[in-house]
């Protein structure tokens, strides 16, 4: 019987031990109590039933069998009497394999060597550490009488090893003497890896915020410092070593002893932060529950810095408040530089009111921020009406594209040539600036074309903060160039073209049939030419006069642009005669054309007199190109073409090869 109560005053240390983190004062008490009741009622029946050792062996094993908590027994020759389920599955060794062996050894160790229970059979305690040297832990027991615990890593065990608390201890009879021993076995492996995730988040925390280059400071719950980084010790002039341990940190910031914002978060106040930072907090957009604020601290530096500081709690896995942290950024010199920007931005407001070139500036998020008066003037809309707003995308695009400005204030200068294709430049004046000429039809009656610049404007970080654009109104200039273009046009066009056919002239003809010629060497392309002659013309000249001649070469003229495709080009070679350049074209195809305007020609009527109809024919010549031939050959060969035309009757069409 002493023998089963040792038993459970182990196991139930051993669970007490295995869930001491969770059990609390009260259930500790039950465990105890209960093991009181288990002393009382079995003493009680001892002293009615005397039971026989039997029976306490298998009350034993029993308790052994539906524990929980892995466990083995080994009488004093090391032989092993009990192996629990628990113990088979932990260790993957069935009971019936070790029982009546010494060989428990195996389930821990790969070569063997006493557990703790055989040193405490053979009365070896005091070997006990040496034999567990290198284990994390080892010392006696604080809870069962002349037993022994240790924490070691078991890489046998499982997949990888496992952790193991594990406590050895006499069983004796009730004479004293000893039976054996007993050790039970606890898997500790996710407390230990989890107690080495924290130590390692604490080392990486410290490290951040040793390495971190914003000074930052972190308190407890008690308001404790426990982090206190170098940028810090810098900022404040205090070192980590002075104030770390302490609730001291208020004396970087202020000259008397009030609440830093951690303060107020750690004790779950957040609602007396405005009490203490009106008008200068705000909830912080990017972090829970943390909050933001920016105030001018006279006592750090010397005249005193602004800072901007975000304080936050730090909450274990579980979500329990552990704490808060709290970072601090020098922004003195960006307030200076505020100050300044605002001071340049009056003196741009002034300039830009008094430019006579109407001009606006937008911001990064595209809001208009200028509107001078000029620009007021040619728009027809105030400035009050279009500051804070981005309805200039309405006045001079429209909402489906961009101004130039929006362009360089996205940074985005490559997205130019699209919006703008073959109306930009670069500018020649201002590096990084664009301009454009483009037709707005909402600016006055009937639109207005402008010349318009844009370009960024960069504070002296060369950080683009705006950007500008101007407008110059050139609709008089355009109107007086697109005439002058026209003209131009119109003087090209009669230069190269017949101005009785309305075909190109023969000059132009030379011109291209070169470019035809070496298109068709180039890309090793047919090519075909045409040309024909008005039968009996100066007969008829001279019969009907030189008007009625006219007729029949204009009509001619209309034939050959009836007849034309895309790809041909028709000419008046000179005087009755006409030529035809057909790329792409074989000369059989060449033939058929030139056969259907022979054919169209002839139905033409002509009524030179009253009464009098009369038809007119021409006789064709028909060639096709061979590459690398020189241009007079080619002529040649169709001049002939034609004439052996005439010479077998006339009204006909030749292929001259």
Same mark, same amino acid.
């Given at each position: 019987?002493?023998?089963?109560?040792?038993?459970?005053?182990? /196991?139930?240390?051993?669970?007490?031990?295995?869930? @001491?983190?969770?059990?609390?004062?009260?259930?500790?008490?039950?465990?105890?109590?209960?093991?009181?009741?288990?002393?009382?009622?079995?003493?009680?029946?001892?002293?009615?039933?005397?039971?026989?050792?039997?029976?306490?062996?298998?009350?034993?094993?029993?308790?052994?069998?539906?524990?929980?908590?892995?466990?083995?027994?080994?009488?004093?020759?090391?032989?092993?009497?009990?192996?629990?389920?628990?113990?088979?599955?932990?260790?993957?060794?069935?009971? #019936?394999?070790?029982?009546?062996?010494?060989?428990?050894?195996?389930?821990?160790?790969?070569?063997?060597?006493?557990?703790?229970?055989?040193?405490?059979?053979?009365?070896?305690?005091?070997?006990?550490?040496?034999?567990?040297?290198?284990?994390?832990?080892?010392?006696?027991?604080? &809870?069962?009488?002349?037993?022994?615990?240790?924490?070691?890593?078991?890489?046998?065990?499982?997949?990888?090893?496992?952790?193991?608390?594990?406590?050895?201890?006499?069983?004796?009879?009730?004479?004293?003497?000893?039976?054996?021993?007993?050790?039970?076995?606890?898997?500790?492996?996710?407390?230990?890896?989890?107690?080495?995730?924290?130590?390692?988040? +604490?080392?990486?925390?410290?490290?951040?915020?040793?390495?971190?280059?914003?000074?930052?400071?972190?308190?407890?719950?008690?308001?404790?410092?426990?982090?206190?980084?170098?940028?810090?010790?810098?900022?404040?002039?205090?070192?980590?070593?002075?104030?770390?341990?302490?609730?001291?940190?208020?004396?970087?910031?202020?000259?008397?002893?009030?609440?830093?914002?951690?303060?107020?978060?750690?004790?779950?106040?957040? #609602?007396?932060?405005?009490?203490?930072?009106?008008?200068?907090?705000?909830?912080?957009?990017?972090?829970?529950?943390?909050? +933001?604020?920016?105030?001018?601290?006279?006592?750090?530096?010397?005249?005193?810095?602004?800072?901007?500081?975000?304080?936050?709690?730090?909450?274990?896995?579980?979500?329990?408040?552990?704490?808060?942290?709290?970072?601090?950024?020098?922004?003195?010199?960006?307030?200076?530089?505020?100050?300044?920007?605002?001071?340049?931005?009056?003196?741009?407001?002034?300039?830009?009111?008094?430019?006579?070139?109407?001009?606006?500036?937008?911001? *990064?998020?595209?809001?208009?921020?200028?509107?001078?008066?000029?620009?007021?003037?040619?728009?027809?809309?105030?400035?009050?009406?279009?500051?804070?707003?981005?309805?200039?995308?309405?006045?001079?695009?429209?909402?489906?594209?961009?101004?130039?400005?929006?362009?360089?204030?996205?940074?985005?200068?490559?997205?130019?040539?699209?919006?703008?294709?073959?109306?930009?430049?670069?500018?020649?004046? /201002?590096?990084?600036?664009?301009?454009?000429?483009?037709?707005?039809?909402?600016?006055?009656?009937?639109?207005?074309? @402008?010349?318009?610049?844009?370009?960024?404007?960069?504070?002296?970080?060369?950080?683009?903060?705006?950007?500008?654009?101007?407008?110059?109104?050139?609709?008089?200039?355009?109107?007086?160039?697109?005439?002058?273009?026209?003209?131009?046009?119109?003087? @090209?066009?009669?230069?190269?073209?017949?101005?009785?056919?309305?075909?190109?002239?023969?000059?132009?003809?030379?011109?291209?049939?070169?470019?035809?010629?070496? *298109?068709?060497?180039?890309?090793?392309?047919?090519?075909?030419?045409?040309?024909?002659?008005? #039968?009996?013309?100066?007969? &008829?000249?001279?019969?009907?006069?030189?008007?009625?001649?006219?007729?029949?070469?204009?009509?001619?003229?209309?034939?050959?642009?009836?007849?034309?495709?895309?790809?041909?080009?028709?000419?008046?070679?000179?005087? +009755?005669?006409?030529?035809?350049?057909?790329?792409?074209?074989?000369?059989?195809?060449?033939?058929?054309?030139?056969?259907?305007?022979?054919?169209?020609?002839?139905?033409?009527?002509?009524?030179?007199?009253?009464?009098?109809?009369?038809?007119?024919?021409?006789?064709?010549?028909?060639?096709?190109?061979?590459?690398?031939?020189?241009?007079?050959?080619?002529?040649?060969?169709?001049?002939?073409?034609?004439?052996?035309?005439?010479?077998?009757?006339?009204?006909?069409?030749?292929?001259?090869?």
């Amino acid at each position: 019987m002493p023998v089963f109560l040792a038993l459970i005053l182990l /196991i139930s240390h051993t669970l007490f031990r295995s869930h @001491m983190l969770i059990l609390d004062d009260l259930f500790r008490a039950i465990i105890f109590i209960g093991i009181g009741l288990v002393f009382a009622s079995m003493s009680e029946r001892i002293a009615k039933a005397g039971e026989a050792l039997l029976e306490s062996e298998q009350a034993l094993k029993a308790t052994l069998a539906g524990s929980p908590i892995p466990a083995f027994v080994i009488d004093t020759n090391h032989t092993i009497t009990h192996w629990n389920i628990a113990l088979e599955e932990m260790s993957g060794i069935k009971a #019936d394999e070790v029982i009546g062996t010494n060989q428990h050894w195996k389930a821990f160790y790969n070569e063997e060597r006493p557990c703790m229970a055989d040193l405490l059979i053979d009365q070896l305690s005091e070997d006990i550490c040496v034999w567990y040297d290198g284990a994390a832990h080892c010392d006696p027991s604080e &809870f069962v009488e002349r037993a022994y615990e240790a924490t070691d890593f078991f890489p046998a065990l499982g997949n990888e090893g496992k952790w193991l608390r594990f406590t050895a201890a006499i069983l004796r009879d009730s004479g004293g003497h000893i039976l054996g021993a007993i050790e039970t076995l606890e898997d500790i492996t996710e407390r230990k890896v989890a107690e080495e995730a924290l130590k390692e988040s +604490e080392l990486r925390l410290k490290d951040i915020m040793t390495g971190s280059p914003m000074p930052a400071f972190v308190i407890d719950t008690d308001h404790r410092v426990t982090h206190w980084n170098k940028a810090l010790e810098e900022m404040s002039g205090i070192k980590a070593d002075e104030v770390i341990g302490t609730g001291k940190h208020w004396k970087a910031f202020y000259d008397r002893e009030r609440p830093c914002m951690a303060d107020l978060l750690v004790d779950e106040l957040p #609602d007396k932060v405005p009490g203490w930072y009106a008008g200068k907090y705000n909830k912080s957009d990017l972090i829970e529950d943390a909050y +933001e604020a920016t105030d001018f601290f006279p006592a750090l530096g010397n005249g005193g810095k602004w800072l901007r500081f975000t304080a936050a709690t730090l909450k274990d896995s579980k979500g329990r408040l552990i704490g808060a942290i709290e970072t601090l950024k020098d922004i003195t010199d960006f307030r200076i530089a505020g100050d300044a920007l605002r001071e340049s931005e009056q003196r741009l407001k002034t300039v830009l009111e008094g430019l006579p070139m109407p001009t606006f500036v937008i911001d *990064r998020d595209h809001i208009v921020t200028h509107w001078n008066k000029a620009l007021e003037v040619i728009s027809g809309i105030k400035a009050d009406k279009v500051i804070g707003t981005r309805e200039h995308l309405d006045i001079f695009c429209n909402k489906d594209r961009p101004c130039m400005s929006d362009l360089l204030i996205d940074e985005l200068p490559n997205k130019i040539p699209y919006w703008y294709t073959g109306k930009y430049k670069k500018s020649d004046l /201002i590096e990084g600036a664009y301009e454009a000429t483009d037709f707005f039809p909402a600016l006055g009656r009937g639109g207005k074309w @402008m010349r318009i610049t844009a370009a960024v404007l960069k504070d002296s970080s060369a950080v683009v903060q705006y950007a500008i654009e101007t407008l110059e109104d050139i609709t008089a200039r355009k109107f007086a160039e697109d005439a002058l273009r026209e003209s131009e046009r119109k003087y @090209m066009e009669l230069s190269i073209t017949d101005g009785l056919t309305k075909l190109y002239n023969s000059r132009y003809f030379y011109s291209q049939l070169k470019a035809e010629v070496d *298109r068709a060497n180039r890309y090793n392309h047919p090519l075909s030419l045409l040309l024909m002659d008005i #039968d009996d013309f100066k007969h &008829f000249n001279d019969t009907y006069g030189h008007l009625e001649g006219d007729q029949v070469l204009m009509r001619l003229g209309q034939v050959i642009q009836r007849c034309l495709r895309k790809t041909d080009s028709g000419y008046r070679y000179g005087g +009755e005669e006409f030529t035809l350049t057909m790329p792409e074209t074989k000369g059989e195809a060449a033939t058929l054309l030139a056969e259907r305007i022979r054919k169209e020609f002839e139905d033409e009527i002509f009524s030179p007199q009253p009464d009098t109809e009369i038809h007119k024919t021409v006789s064709v010549g028909v060639t096709e190109y061979v590459p690398g031939e020189e241009l007079t050959i080619l002529l040649k060969r169709v001049d002939g073409g034609m004439y052996t035309a005439k010479e077998q009757g006339k009204n006909r069409v030749f292929f001259a090869k």
